[in-house]
Each structure stands twice: as C-alpha cells, then as structure tokens.
C-alpha cells in the first residue's frame, strides 16, 4: 500500500510540475541599436521577437549622441540606457550584450533598475576578464560577441524599468550593438510583435464595431497627448510618416466601445483613459460627457460629443501655436479622418546567407579572423546568426569572431535565428607564417599582415601572399 502511494504521489508531483511549467510563458526580444537621428535627435532601434502590448522602449547613450557615428560607444565614466515601458509584472530571466571592445581595454558593467530601486547589479570588469568575454575583441574586426548574463530577480512592479550597460574607470571602451531580453510575461498579459501596425482608412461606406482600435489623423499628424490634457485640454498632433507602418506608442489608438443610446460609442485610449469633454474646446480624461457619436464621410469623420453644444471634434493649425484635435462648434476647420488599426507588419524573413569564400586556409599566429557573411534581403527583420564550430580544438566562434586554436580543419556553421537561411565555411588552421608586423630593416619595405574581408593577407617587399605563401 504505501509502495502505491509513493507511486501515486510521485505521478501527482510529476504533474503538478508538467503543469506549473506549462503555466510559465517565455518570451524574447532584441533590440539592435541602428544609428543616432539627428533629425529627430534620438537612436533609430530595429527590433524582432515579442513584447508587452502597449509596450515601448527607447534607447540613450549621451556619449554615443555626440560624437558622429559612434553612437553605440560607451567609455570610461559613461553609461547607456534601455528603458522600458509598459513591462510591469514581466520577469526578466536573461539579458544578452551584443559588444567588442577596443584592441586591449575597456571594462562594462551592467544593472537594472526598477523605477529607482536597483534589482541586479555587476560592477564594471575588463572585457577580456571571465567576467564577460574572456577576452579582448577589437571593434577593428567590426564583428560582435554575444555575452549571456543569468538573472534572478523579481518582475517590474513599476511603469519605467530600464537596463543600464556601464563603462569601467579605466581608459577604454565597449561599443553596444544589441540587447536581448529574455524574460517571463505576466499573467494574462498580451504578447504582440514590436513591429508596426498598418491602418486602414475609413470611409462614408465603412462600418464600426465595438472593439475597433481607431487612430484620428489629419494633414500627416495623429492624435496624442504629450502636453497632459489636463492642463491643455485639447489632444496635441504628432507626425506619422506612413499610415501604413505606425510604430509609436505616443499616437493614441481608441478602442470603441458601444453604449445602449443607438448611435453613441466610448473611445478608451491604450492607457485606459476615456476621452470626455466638458465643454467647447474643453476635452478631458475620465470625466464629463464621456459619449461620442461618429459619423464617416468622405471629407472626415464628424465625431460629436452627444451633448451636441460641445460641438465636434476638429483639426486645428493656429499660426500662433502647435497643431492640435479638439471639440469646436465651427465649422471652418477640417475634421479628422478615422483610421482602423488593420493587422501588424509581418517581420521580413531571411532568405540567403552567403561567406565571401567557402573554403579559407589561416595561419595559427593570426590568432583570429572576422567572418561577416551576407544576409539578404538587406531589410531581414531578425538579423541575429547562430554560429559554432564542429572542431573547437581547432577553432571557436563567437559572433563571426573566430578564436584560432589549433593546427587543423573545422567546419563553421552560421544559421539566422528566424531560420530562413544557413551557411558554411571549411576552416583551415595552417602552421604559423612566422611573419611578424612589429618592426623591421628601415632599408627594406615592411613585412605586414592585414584583414582583408574574412581573410589575412601578408604583404612582404610590397608583394601579396595569402597564409599559404601563393601570390596573389
């Protein structure tokens, strides 16, 4: 009997823990830093996988703003930032660092934050330390190494959270190309892709229904509220370049609700908040009247407050001040036009990886090599490789950033992570060339060796030979 019970309690055990596992949800996202816009003064991000509904990030590195194009340079006594927003109640399990360093410094730590209170914390360390890499991986070789780092913390109880990359004390730097966050949504929580939504314009012959989510848009400006409407009590205008790829959480989005009055509807924006008014040019949050009544048409839609001596809701440019939407019971501005939110940008697949070279002899003293294969289409969403080595006594890879470590041949395999595409290289580690690129008889012409694409290339007396000694 109690060998029956053991049993029968060990099977509950086990599935209790199928069950509590299929209870936890893994999600993912990387966030590739592009380029800064000095238009629009901030960093232009590209990113693939799945967040928080409603969610947004954006990313700051003063450093980086300032000095042309290394935007994604963190130096001694500097930081950058990734802040979130809209996450609370996800648990972040990993945090991956896309990042090279300088030839032989530059140290990083990294730290999150919860609002103010700090939930992990790694103080700044060589790059080359066990810490992080291992080793140096100079930005010359213009590849990346990804860097994992293990979290056990609690979920984001806040709005704004945000991951902190740091610069070290010392001279040097670390240049940020990446960050991949691994991490737990909260219960019940809707996962959506950080791509944009396409909007469909409407019509005098379109219909509404409870649940539509609708943009108001006029003259390339949509309806936000970045002023606080309790003070301006009108919707300030935002530029959107294209109604069919929106991408910024700042544009309010309304969702329809029906009321039992025919005709009438409630627009709840993605914040929870209810558009009323309470008088001409008086919109509110949570308050006043808070039923509209939408009627489409060519020219715009006529959405009226249903105490009618509020009046309508209407683009309007004053010379004097910034383009705004607001209730006006004249007749002279323009309305906005409605737009439903249709279906989201679908992430570009990648369709071909391709090595320079499918075959590259080295020698053993180069010590690395930079492999950079090309993806197409150049707009690939997910830009991210899987790499390994099927003979890492010989040679190992990070990145595209292959360790040589022994006399041999290895295979190096490259695969994108949203598996539209692979490729191969057969590596050759060959016996050292012996030539060195430190001084040599001022008489003669430098013996050298440089990274030419993937491969090394030694010039000698002003000639160019391969590791392998043939001319080329």
């Given at each position: 009997?109690?060998?029956?019970n053991?049993?029968?309690?060990k099977?509950?055990a086990?599935?209790?823990?199928l ?6 949800h ?12 000095k ?5 232009t991000?590209?990113a693939?996988g799945?967040v ?21 340079q963190?130096?001694r ?7 979130l ?6 648990r972040?399990?990993s945090i991956?660092l896309s990042?090279?360093?300088?030839n032989?410094a530059g ?7 919860d609002d103010?209170?700090?939930?992990y914390?790694?103080?700044p360390?060589?790059?080359?330390s066990?810490?992080?890499?291992g ?22 109880q ?6 902190v990359?740091?610069g ?15 991490y ?18 409407l019509?005098?012959k379109?219909?509404?229904?409870e ?5 108001l ?7 936000t509220?970045l002023g ?5 009590h ?8 294209s109604?069919q ?9 309304f969702?329809?609700?029906k ?8 627009m ?5 908040e ?6 001409k040019?008086a919109l509110?949050?949570n308050e006043?009247s808070?039923?509209?009544e939408i009627s ?6 006529a959405?009226?407050?249903?105490n009618?001596?509020?009046g309508?809701?209407?683009y309007?440019?004053?010379?004097e001040?910034?383009a705004?939407?607001?209730v ?11 737009y439903r ?6 992430p ?8 320079d070279?499918?075959?590259l ?8 090599i ?25 040679a190992t ?6 360790t040589?470590v ?8 490259a695969?994108t ?8 290289l057969?590596l050759?580690?060959a ?20 990274l030419?694409?993937?491969r ?5 007396n002003?000639?160019?030979?391969g ?6």
């Amino acid at each position: 009997m109690n060998i029956i019970n053991n049993i029968a309690g060990k099977a509950i055990a086990v599935v209790t823990f199928l069950v509590s596992s299929l209870c936890v949800h893994a999600a993912e996202v990387t966030y590739r830093i592009v380029e800064f816009n000095k238009t629009t003064d901030d960093f232009t991000i590209a990113a693939s996988g799945m967040v928080p509904k409603d969610s947004w990030v954006y990313f700051e590195n003063k450093f980086g703003a300032t000095t042309g194009n290394r935007y994604n340079q963190i130096p001694r006594n500097n930081e950058a930032a990734l802040h979130l927003e809209g996450w609370q109640g996800c648990r972040i399990k990993s945090i991956t660092l896309s990042m090279c360093s300088n030839n032989k410094a530059g140290q990083a730590g990294l730290s999150v934050y919860d609002d103010k209170e700090q939930l992990y914390n790694l103080h700044p360390d060589d790059f080359a330390s066990d810490t992080w890499f291992g080793q140096w991986v100079s930005k010359d070789f213009g590849v990346y190494v990804d860097i994992t780092k293990q979290l056990d913390i609690r979920a984001i109880q806040t709005e704004e959270a945000r991951i902190v990359v740091k610069g070290g004390t010392s001279e040097g730097s670390v240049y940020l190309n990446a960050i991949t966050i691994d991490y737990e949504e909260a219960q019940d929580m809707v996962l959506e892709s950080p791509l944009g939504w396409i909007y469909e314009k409407l019509t005098q012959k379109s219909t509404l229904f409870e649940g539509d989510e609708i943009m108001l848009f006029r003259n390339g400006c949509a309806a936000t509220d970045l002023g606080g409407m309790e003070e301006s009590h009108y919707l300030d205008a935002v530029s959107v370049a294209s109604t069919q790829d929106v991408d910024r959480h700042d544009v309010l989005c309304f969702t329809l609700g029906k009321c039992e009055e025919p005709n009438l509807w409630t627009m709840t924006n993605q914040f929870g908040e209810v558009l009323g008014a309470t008088g001409k040019q008086a919109l509110v949050w949570n308050e006043g009247s808070t039923k509209w009544e939408i009627s489409l048409g060519y020219e715009g839609a006529a959405i009226t407050n249903a105490n009618k001596n509020y009046g309508t809701i209407r683009y309007n440019t004053p010379a004097e001040s910034y383009a705004r939407f607001n209730v006006y019971t004249s007749t002279s501005m323009p309305l906005p036009f409605v737009y439903r939110k249709s279906k989201q940008i679908e992430p570009e697949m990648s369709r071909s990886l391709t090595f320079d070279d499918t075959e590259l002899t080295v020698g053993l003293d180069a010590g690395h090599i930079a492999l950079r294969p090309t993806i197409m289409p150049k707009t690939t969403t997910d830009k991210r490789i899987r790499w390994s080595s099927d003979n890492e006594k010989v040679a190992t890879v990070n990145g595209g950033y292959v360790t040589l470590v022994g006399l041999g041949t290895t295979t190096i395999s490259a695969a994108t992570v949203d598996g539209g595409a692979d490729a191969k290289l057969k590596l050759t580690v060959a016996e050292p060339t012996g030539i060195s690129a430190t001084g040599v008889d001022a008489k003669k012409r430098p013996s050298y060796k440089i990274l030419d694409g993937n491969r090394i290339v030694i010039y000698v007396n002003g000639k160019k030979y391969g590791v392998n000694g043939i001319n080329l």
